[in-house]
């Protein structure tokens, strides 16, 4: 079976700052991937490259045999990728059920409707979206005045309501309890099971990550320092020394 | 065209240019610091040539013509800033916070309540400027003949440059404004006394729009309508060299200067037309003007905004109630009551339609009265031009200004927040110098009269009920729009334009249909206004028009779906029972805004519903615990 998401010597700069130079990687189905490294390793700006955010200068981002490298973001979703941000974007005003019957309602192409009752459609496949992520008692809540834990949840649950191939989560554990990080993991990680959904996502903690890639991407200064296995990338001495600094360096 | 005459044509443009600066720049740079759009600005230039007028005999006849001149010009100036002081202290300071739409109305307020003070000061009547001592006499250039003092206003602008170059570069003031130009939240962490800075920055810029007020005395008489004309042509400089930019405000002086210079040669009648269509394409190319720099994506203006059915039964009572009355109105009011209560209707619908597109979408609109006058004028033309029957006439309203609407919106929705609604403000302002100065077809200043109902229609309470069904209908079907898809899809795009991106909505193509909705329907409004009134005037198209729907939502309520209506409705019965007894409705005017905007934010409905929450949806929510503990 071919990669569902196959990246290839992408690059981008901001000013003279080359911030990716020549990054490559791929992403099986239903494969659970960690894109890590020390701030300004170039993660956020990959990771917006693949959701659209940012335009590659050059490089391909093949998803499903299709190249999506340099397309617009509605583009990209609409070929079947969800994302969360790293700062969650939702709908304030609105509640939480109809953050996510927002979600259905462009999928089902229907945002251009003028006379139906918004607050009736598609409320029970949201309903049902709302349950599988833990939120059904918070379902008639106004965004604005969920605690931050519960809004990735609910960016989790509109990222996902078009059933993607692929979800990309920036940092989504951010700002949350270990506690609260467990078990938005292990939520993603059933889902992806059970939706047969990729996962490509950035994370700081590394606890998170070692429990739950399948591999991991290390990056440094804008280049891919390895990719393998969470027992691989631990035993790999460049990682060991970009994380822990010069002094293992010596001890080789 | 010789050479001589295209020079002095120059010269001539080039001072006027001088004169723009002085007050652009101060505009820009109030705006830099503070953010916010003084409206005001043009009436601080007219202060100064009051001020200018009032002070000019004592101080020359007490120092003599030779510093006499100039030190009652920096009087002015010096006045005029401390009255900017007064505003910024008591006004705008409080308002820094606030959305971008109540500091606009209350800066607009301001402009209000300064056009009746002039009034009660100075009177309706003009004062004719001196001939300043010195400067009296000309200069031959290239055989042409060139007024001393156009000559030194040349000189007045780079000058004043150069001035404040030094002051923003070489002072440590000037670095504190620069930074908080350049990023005021990191200059407020970084400890720098922002109100003290903004006040003195307001003093600098209303100084300077009371200087160029001043020296402008000579070339102008110190009149009632300056503070219109140079308000909008500062807006379009600074739009034009970019909000904030010192340097870009000197280049796109020079520029406005000589197209009004070299314009008025070529196309007499459409200078205004012709500054703003260079001001469109500037915009095209450069979003952020020439010199300007990209405003962070601001999280959208009224982004707290909920809009929620009416939830309680006595919400529903009310409404019941409020038809009830408006069904029997025509049977025993009077018939004046009836036409300003059909006038109260069609207000009701404008303003209703702008709120939809300010309130759920997000687009802050300051040119509503361009789709309203379209309208009216549509329906008036229709009759008069072209002898259609009053029914063609009332559907070519909403088609034209629908069909205007969707191009306009094409173009405006690529810019966000205040360029938006200088764009607006600036559309709105072309349609009226064109139905100002196309004589034939529109009729110029009287407008085209003579334009009523046939027949039965003719009769007030009949034209009462035509109007309430047809304004209803259209109230109807953007009520039931705000809470379709399309509504819903509105709102997304103003809370956050990047998920609606993350899931495939296109937000500007939403934006671009709702502004054609409320186009169309403040066209209908506009075709049943004509009709009411019969005939149409300029005044349709005015900022005044415009400036009235955005206080008829702020009045009612913005964040509330019924608020528009009722202060639509409210205003218009006011405004009537106010005007006849006063001459100052103005200032009354002014007044109420800056009550409202500083005591009353939520308008009518919104004080009602904070308090019983009768109409859904804005009872304040408590903060909900997380879920995740539980789960975890």
Redesign the interface.
């Given at each position: 079976m071919s990669a569902l998401l196959e990246v290839n010597g992408l690059a981008k700069s901001f000013g003279g700052v080359q911030a990716v130079r020549d990054v490559s990687f791929s992403l099986g189905r239903s494969e659970m991937l960690a894109i890590i490294g020390p701030n300004g390793a170039g993660k956020s700006t990959c990771f917006n490259m693949v959701?659209g955010?940012i335009r590659p200068d050059r490089g391909t981002i093949v998803l499903d045999g299709q190249d999506i490298a340099g397309k617009?973001?509605?583009d990209i979703?609409?070929r079947g990728v969800?994302?969360t941000?790293q700062i969650s974007?939702?709908?304030?005003?609105?509640t939480v059920c109809?953050n996510v019957?927002?979600?259905l309602?462009?999928?089902h192409g229907?945002?251009?409707?003028?006379?139906?009752?918004?607050?009736r459609?598609y409320a029970e496949e949201a309903a049902a979206i709302l349950d599988r992520i833990?939120?059904a008692?918070?379902r008639s809540?106004?965004c604005?005045?969920?605690?931050?834990?519960?809004l990735k949840?609910v960016e989790l649950a509109?990222?996902i309501?078009?059933r993607p191939k692929l979800l990309l989560m920036d940092e989504p554990t951010a700002g949350?309890?270990p506690?609260?990080r467990?078990?938005?993991m292990q939520l993603t990680a059933d889902i992806v099971r059970q939706e047969e959904m990729a996962v490509l996502f950035t994370e700081h903690d590394m606890d998170v990550v070692f429990a739950h890639s399948a591999r991991i991407v290390v990056m440094n200064r804008g280049a891919v320092v390895t990719v393998g296995t969470p027992a691989e990338v631990r035993e790999n001495a460049e990682v060991k020394h970009i994380y822990l600094g010069g002094t293992l360096e010596a001890a080789h | 065209m010789d050479l001589s005459f295209f020079v002095n044509q120059a010269l001539t443009g080039l001072a006027s240019a001088s004169s723009l600066f002085l007050v652009a720049s101060g505009l820009t740079l109030i705006f830099g610091v503070s953010r916010i759009v003084n409206f005001a600005h043009g009436s601080m230039f007219m202060l100064g040539a009051y001020a200018a007028a009032t002070v000019y005999g004592p101080i020359v006849s007490a120092l003599g013509p030779a510093i006499g001149p100039w030190l009652a010009m920096l009087a002015a100036a010096v006045a005029v800033g401390l009255i900017g002081v007064v505003v910024e202290v008591l006004l705008l300071r409080r308002l820094y916070h606030a959305p971008h739409m109540l500091q606009i109305l209350a800066t607009f307020g301001i402009v209000l309540i300064v056009q009746d003070a002039v009034v009660l000061i100075w009177g309706y009547d003009q004062i004719v400027g001196p001939r300043i001592p010195g400067l009296r006499g000309a200069v031959t250039i290239f055989g042409q003949r060139f007024p001393q003092y156009e000559l030194f206003m040349l000189f007045i602008g780079p000058v004043v440059f150069a001035g404040l170059w030094l002051l923003l570069h070489r002072t440590r003031w000037g670095t504190l404004v620069r930074a908080a130009t350049r990023d005021r939240e990191m200059a407020d962490i970084l400890g720098v006394d922002q109100a003290k800075l903004f006040t003195t920055v307001f003093f600098l810029g209303a100084a300077l729009a009371g200087l160029a007020g001043g020296l402008q005395w000579p070339r102008e008489p110190a009149n009632i309508y300056l503070d219109t004309r140079v308000i909008l042509e500062a807006f379009v400089v600074t739009v034009i060299g970019g909000l904030g930019s010192i340097g870009g405000a000197l280049l796109a002086s020079i520029i406005i200067g000589l197209l009004q210079a070299f314009g008025i040669l070529l196309f007499p009648k459409s200078t205004l037309v012709l500054v703003f269509a260079v001001m469109a394409v500037v915009l095209m190319v450069r979003p952020w003007g020439l010199l300007g720099r990209p405003e962070p994506q601001s999280v959208s203006d009224l982004?707290?905004?909920?809009?929620a059915p009416p939830a309680h039964r006595y919400a529903a009572h009310a409404f019941a109630v409020a038809l009830a009355i408006l069904l029997v109105l025509p049977l025993f009011a009077p018939d004046y009551v009836v036409k300003l209560a059909t006038q109260a209707i069609i207000f009701a619908l404008v303003a209703f339609s702008l709120n939809f597109i300010v309130a759920t979408g997000g687009i802050l609109s300051f040119g509503h009265a361009a789709f309203f006058g379209l309208g009216a004028y549509a329906a008036a033309i229709a009759v008069k031009s072209y002898g259609a029957s009053t029914g063609l006439a009332l559907l070519a309203a909403p088609v034209l200004a629908g069909l205007v609407a969707l191009g306009v919106g094409w173009f405006i929705v690529r810019r966000a927040g205040i360029y938006l609604a200088m764009l607006t403000l600036a559309f709105a302002q072309i349609l009226w110098s064109v139905a100002f100065q196309w004589v034939e077809f529109t009729g110029g200043d009287n407008g085209i009269v003579g334009v009523y109902m046939p027949g039965w229609a003719s009769q007030t309470g009949a034209y009462y009920y035509l109007t309430l069904a047809f304004c209803g209908i259209a109230v109807a079907?953007i009520w039931?729009?705000m809470?379709?898809?399309?509504?819903?899809?509105l709102?997304?795009g103003?809370?956050?334009a990047?998920?609606c991106?993350?899931?495939?909505?296109?937000v500007r193509r939403?934006q671009v249909?709702a502004f054609a909705l409320a186009g169309a329907a403040a066209g209908v409004a506009g075709g049943f206004f004509t009709f009411l009134k019969g005939g149409v005037d300029p005044s349709l198209l005015s900022m005044d028009i415009s400036a009235d729907a955005l206080i008829m939502s702020l009045l009612g309520g913005v964040q509330t779906v019924v608020g528009p209506l009722v202060g639509g409705a409210a205003f218009t019965f006011l405004k009537a029972y106010i005007m006849p007894v006063t001459d100052q409705w103005r200032l009354v005017l002014g007044i109420v805004i800056i009550v409202l905007v500083l005591a009353f934010p939520r308008g009518i409905v919104g004080f009602i519903n904070a308090r019983s929450g009768w109409f859904g949806g804005a009872k304040d929510?408590?903060?909900?615990?997380?879920?995740?503990?539980k789960?975890?």
């Open positions: 959701g955010q617009a973001p509605r979703w609409r969800g994302r941000f974007a939702t709908f304030m005003s609105m109809e019957q927002m979600a309602m462009s999928h229907r945002t251009r409707a003028l006379l139906p009752l918004a607050s459609l833990g939120l008692n918070r809540h106004m604005g005045v969920l605690a931050y834990g519960d949840r509109v990222a309501a078009h949350m309890s506690s609260e467990e078990a938005l | 982004a707290e905004t909920k809009t079907l039931r729009i809470f379709a898809p399309f509504g819903y899809t709102r997304a103003r809370d956050s990047l998920r991106d993350a899931i495939g909505i296109d939403h249909l929510e408590a903060p909900v615990a997380s879920t995740g503990e789960l975890a």
